[in-house]
Each structure stands twice: as C-alpha cells, then as structure tokens.
C-alpha cells in the first residue's frame, strides 16, 4: 500500500475511531497497524494528530480550574512559598483576607477544602517554575562550663511549652572579621514558637538583652534553655542569669559538632532570618532598629498564621528511619490546644488572632524588608 493509499484509509477510519468506545478503539488500532505496517506507536500518533481538531486531551474534564491556581498562587506567595502540607493548612486561616472574595465561591471553597498536596504541587509547578551557599560559622566551641552543664540530646519528652533552643546567624557575609549584626533565634520545642531578634556583635551583654526583649513577646515562661557550643551562649554571665532566677531554668547544651541535638531551632535559620536578610554582610550598626520592627512583625506574622509540622516520632527500619509527623498547625493553635496554658493566656492569643490582620502584617514586613536589603546595596 502506498503513501497516498494510507491517507485515503487513515481518512476514511479517523471519523469511526473519535467515536468509538475505548474496546473499539483498540481494534481499529489493530486493524490500521496490520492494514498499513505501522508500528503501534506511530498508528496513535496520526489517528491522534489527524483528530487535533478537538483540542481537550483525552478523559474527564479537569477538575481544578486556573481559578484554583490563581487563588493557590496567591496564597502560595503570600505565605513565603509554604510546601503543599503546609498551605493546605493555611488556606483556612487565609481565606477570609483573599482580595476577591466575589471569586470564592461555594464551589471553589469547597474544592479548596478537599484539595491534597499532590494536587497543589501539581498546580503550583508551573507557577513554582517562574519563581524559582552558606554562610561562613561565626562561633567556636569554648572549653569552659562544659563540665557544669549538661549534655542534652533530645527533646522526645517534652511535652510542656517553655524548653527551647537558641542558636545564632552571622551575619558577616565571606568575612567573620570585626563587627557586625548576628540574629539570635529561640524556638520552643513544644510548640514551635519562635522568636528572634538582631544585636551588634555577639558580647553578652546584646546578647542577654536580645533574650530579655524575646522573653517580653512570649505567651509563656521560659523554663528550659539547650543551646550549642558557641561562646556566646557558653558563658558565666549567661549561666547566671538562668541558674539564678526562681525558679531556675534547665541550661543545656548539644554534643560538640552535633547539630541534630539542636534541630528544632536550626531548621529555622532559614525560615526566620536567611529568608528575611540574606547571606550579606550587615555592618550598619543603624539598621539594627529597622530589623528589630521586622523581625517583631515577622515573628507575630508565623507564629499566628503558619503551620509547621512537628515530628512526633522516628523509628529506624532496617536500612532507613521512618519518621511520623503531626498535622500541621500553627504554633498559636498549638498553644491554644494545650492544657498546659491557662485560660488567660489562650483568650489572649485567640483574640490575636482575631484581630491581626496577616495581609496588613505582610505589607509591614515587606516595607521594612525592603528598607534594609535596599540599604545594602
């Protein structure tokens, strides 16, 4: 058979395969490849091509419309690209602050809800497309104090809020020589409250200040204080100034050049303080006000209207570890749910959230983001 002989036949079978059924389609596939010698593949390829004037893709119609993804990209940005677990989460929190409110319609509130993950990945992708080092440690394990605090590994047991973890950000760009700002992060394990705060240089005395204006904006007390083996925690002055308190509280420390004991504060260098200022060098002592208001904003703006997800358990099997992790919540909710808090504070932080607006904040926050990083440049 010819080539103008296999257009005649591919012509004269095309309107009998766009109507048939899928068991139908298979045999005239199979007729046209014995028919003309075509390879399988290829026979798709031109009955599917020849038949392009319907341009949808075969099967159902989509589900999720673009003004899903609209919506989702929205808060998606909003929210400092929360991962699909976490967005999920905070849509419900969001929604009531989306600027069109005409477009959420019953239908799409309810698709919203019922959304998964996978979903929201597989939408974002091509929005994930368009938007898409580290800096140098600025501390060294000091040799004192170690034999009077303790070791601490984990914090599997704590199931109180007030035991949290510190660590500190340089911020010195390629050079850790001479002065400039360091960012001081505390983050309760129990809940995953975090707070954090800049100071000139990492002496005690900025850094016992930063720990006192942190404690001010904190839902609780403090009551267990795990730290790594930087001098700037590792201390007398700061030993004291948690030994000597009523009642005191539980100093401890990581294992040396173990990061994993101090995992729940390290993994919001990012979130917290890299997201916000970079890997540039600060050296303006000037500046330290701004970032004060931006760190105090950014801090409300997470801990009320975030979720994270908190690790609740880790088994190794065979080879591998399994880990098991809670729903994602807000630390507020966290807070909130907790019988630990008495019911003062819980209408406080409810009230919080009642009142604070999260797009308000968010203008705030990039306001005074954009008033450092454009004085760094």
């Known amino acids: 058979m010819g080539p103008q002989s296999k257009r005649e036949y591919l012509e004269q079978i095309l309107r009998r395969y766009q109507r048939a059924d899928r068991k139908y389609k298979t045999q005239i596939l199979n007729e046209f490849c014995a028919t003309c010698n075509y390879h399988r593949k290829h026979a798709l390829r031109l009955l599917n091509q020849s038949g392009a004037g319907h341009s949808r893709r075969p099967g159902p119609a989509p589900y999720y419309t673009d003004g899903i993804r609209t919506i989702l990209k929205h808060f998606w940005l909003i929210t400092n690209r929360l991962c699909s677990k976490l967005l999920k989460a905070a849509i419900p929190l969001w929604l009531p602050y989306y600027p069109d409110q005409r477009a959420l319609t019953p239908e799409i509130r309810e698709q919203l809800k019922h959304i998964s993950p996978a979903t929201i990945d597989r939408l974002l992708r ?44 340089a911020h010195g760009g390629d050079s850790v020589e001479g002065d400039f700002v360091w960012s001081i992060t505390m983050t309760d394990v129990f809940s995953q409250w975090t707070e954090s705060r800049a100071v000139w240089n990492k002496g005690y005395s900025n850094i016992a200040q930063a720990i006192a204006d942190m404690e001010t904006h904190l839902p609780f007390s403090i009551l267990g204080f795990h730290v790594d083996n930087g001098g700037e925690f590792l201390n007398h002055h700061l030993w004291h100034y948690f030994r000597d308190r009523q009642p005191p509280v539980q100093f401890t420390r990581t294992r040396p050049d173990h990061k994993d004991d101090n995992a729940y504060v390290e993994q919001k260098n990012w979130i ?28 409300l703006w997470r801990n009320l209207f975030c979720p994270t997800l908190k690790l609740l358990s880790k088994e190794k099997i065979g080879s591998r570890y399994v880990r098991h992790y809670g729903p994602p919540r807000t630390p507020a909710q966290r807070l909130i749910d907790s019988p630990a808090l008495n019911e003062a504070v819980k209408n406080h932080l409810t009230e919080k959230l009642t009142n604070v607006n999260p797009v308000n904040l968010k203008k705030f926050i990039d306001h005074h983001q954009h008033l450092v990083l454009s004085a760094l440049r």
Request: charged share 20%; aromatic share 8%.
């Open 272 to 299: 917290h303080v890299r997201q916000l200022l970079g890997y540039q060098r600060i050296a303006d002592p000037n500046l330290l006000p701004i970032i004060k208001r931006l760190y105090e904003a950014w801090d």
């Open 126 to 169: 091509p929005v994930r497309k368009q938007y898409g080092s580290h800096g140098l440690p600025g501390t060294r394990p000091r040799q004192s104090l170690k034999l009077q605090i303790p070791i601490r590994t984990s914090h599997g047991d704590v199931l109180t809020p007030g035991f949290f973890q510190a660590d500190s950000v």
